[in-house]
């Protein structure tokens, strides 16, 4: 009952008129008693109301928001502050916003409650800031009013400027209060503060209320012995737990983990099984771009997967031109520095192989190139060298040559299986024939080459070649989305495919966000832009 009056108390904050609103005196009718008003009056103080003003709007307001001097009526009562803020009335908004709080009259919205209140300190009604402060020492109301309050000082909203102390102050408010999001922001802030004692202890409060990012820092902490004990074992179950989850973050941190052994054996397949994922990613961050980075040295040297000098080149494409990857992709070319071992000088060969052949358009350095990686007893060497014999930039042009030589390695060599199904399926230096192409290019698509994956999914797209199947188009085209190589072309196939909502797309509930996303992808040039940069 303490509290119920309370709030009533707190309610009329808003409903005294501020000092430029003073209140017109109207006598009731001497036979009335207390709440009682002469019709006349009420009917004046309407009719002024009706005809634009503000204070009697605001009058009218009062009295059937609190039954005094009328019955209370609160469709009434919301009707005419509603009509007070159209006037730009910022204690008419703050009393629609308590409106909304409480569910007077309308469905209760606390996401329209906030933004109402915010709007009224625009107006410049400072006093609102009382009545959420008030509000505060109220159990019921304390997370929602501190959580308006961190918002308003954090941002800062009309007059009241943005301050950090006090805006912290109340985020800390709310994640005592037991709102998990907070909890979960604050930590990250501390954390970011290197006041890991804190950050840890919110992270594992959040989590266990079911935030997955939690549930990675938490695990990341133990793991670094940040803020608790040290205890890798217990640190990697804990990002398992978030990598489960799909917290991409954490396959990212996984990944570098097994890669290295770092408080566990090295597991090449599980980094590089963690490593996709998280270098897939469609958020551009730092935990992508490491992942990237690892990822392209385990296609480099052959850990976890086939060795692939083409993928490593593509991984290498999506990092190696930013900025704090350029001097250690430098190094790893001129095989130099940390990562200096003599795989490096075979894949160096390579990448000059394929700037001389992408970019200089010079076949007879390309081909010089590629004969030191085939030396190495790299198939993707021979499968370059074909290409270069069969190219009709070269001096003599053999094609047949060349898918002899393809077909010999076709089955350990994604490039060559591609080359092979595009020659089969153009009809160069053998018969045409739609289905042995698609069999090479299916071989290429299952060892990640992406040309490959595409080719598979428009035959599948249109039917050509086999049973049509949206389905598993679209299935293929959301891989190569995942290795950033969705060309435009593909891209509008894939939003045919989301509007049609086919249940394989992950997303699909996303349809009108991805489509608005897939509308903007354009050719990645990354691998040439990578090759430019070679000294």
Not at 10 to 33: D, E, M, N, Y
Not at 335 to 359: E, Q, R, T, W
Not at 389 to 406: E, R
Not at 471 to 489: C, D, F, G, M, N
Request: charged share 25%; proline share 1%; with cysteine.
């Amino acid at each position: 009952m303490k509290k119920n009056i309370f709030l009533l108390l707190l309610s009329a904050l808003l409903l005294i008129p501020s000092a430029g609103q003073a209140q017109k005196k109207v006598k009731p009718v001497k036979t009335q008693r207390e709440t009682a008003i002469s019709k006349d009056s009420l009917a004046a103080v309407t009719k002024r109301a009706e005809a634009g003003s503000v204070e009697d709007m605001m009058l009218l307001a009062g009295w059937y928001d609190k039954g005094k001097q009328v019955k209370q009526d609160y469709k009434l009562a919301f009707h005419w502050y509603a009509k007070a803020a159209e006037q730009n009335n910022g204690q008419a908004v703050a009393n629609l916003a308590r409106y909304y709080q409480f569910g007077y009259n309308v469905k209760a919205d606390s996401a329209k409650a906030a933004g109402l209140y915010k709007k009224s300190l625009e107006f410049k009604y400072s006093d609102v800031l009382k009545y959420l402060e008030a509000q505060t020492k109220v159990d019921s109301l304390s997370v929602f009013s501190g959580l308006l309050l961190y918002d308003i000082y954090n941002k800062g909203v009309g007059e009241v400027k943005r301050d950090e102390e006090k805006a912290r102050s109340y985020q800390e408010f709310a994640a005592n209060g037991g709102h998990v999001e907070s909890q979960y922001d604050l930590a990250r802030y501390y954390l970011q503060k290197n006041k890991a004692d804190k950050s840890a202890e919110l992270f594992r409060k959040a989590s266990e209320a079911g935030v997955v990012g939690a549930t990675y820092f938490y695990g990341y902490q133990l793991f670094k012995g940040q803020g608790v004990a040290q205890d890798k074992k217990a640190g990697i179950e804990w990002m398992q737990k978030a990598a489960d989850q799909h917290f991409t973050a954490a396959n990212g941190q996984l990944g570098r983990i097994y890669y290295e052994g770092d408080g566990v054996e090295v597991d090449s397949a599980k980094a590089v099984a963690n490593l996709k994922i998280a270098a897939g990613s469609r958020v551009n961050n730092s935990v992508r771009n490491e992942a990237q980075w690892w990822l392209a040295h385990c296609y480099m040297r052959g850990l976890g997967v086939e060795r692939d000098y083409g993928l490593a080149m593509q991984w290498f494409a999506e990092v190696a031109t930013k900025t704090s990857y350029k001097d250690k992709f430098k190094e790893l070319i001129t095989n130099s520095g940390a990562d200096a071992v003599p795989d490096n000088n075979i894949f160096s060969a390579y990448l000059y192989g394929m700037k001389a052949l992408l970019v200089d358009e010079n076949i007879d350095e390309a081909n010089k190139r590629f004969k030191v990686v085939e030396k190495a007893k790299n198939n993707e060497g021979t499968a370059m060298i074909a290409f270069c014999t069969a190219s009709d930039k070269g001096k003599k042009p053999n094609v047949k040559k060349a898918i002899k030589s393809w077909t010999s390695i076709a089955d350990n060599c994604a490039i060559a299986s591609f080359y092979l199904g595009l020659s089969y399926a153009e009809g160069k230096g053998v018969d045409k024939d739609t289905k042995k192409a698609l069999e090479y290019m299916q071989a290429a698509s299952d060892k990640d080459f992406s040309l490959a994956s595409l080719f598979v999914a428009d035959a599948y797209m249109t039917g050509t070649g086999v049973s049509k199947d949206e389905s598993k188009a679209a299935e293929l085209y959301i891989e190569v989305e995942r290795q950033h190589q969705l060309t435009p072309e593909a891209a509008k196939n894939l939003i045919k495919c989301y509007e049609l909502k086919l249940a394989v797309l992950p997303d699909v509930a996303n349809s009108t966000e991805r489509i608005a996303e897939l509308s903007k992808v354009k050719e990645n040039e990354n691998v040439v832009a990578l090759l430019k940069t070679l000294p």
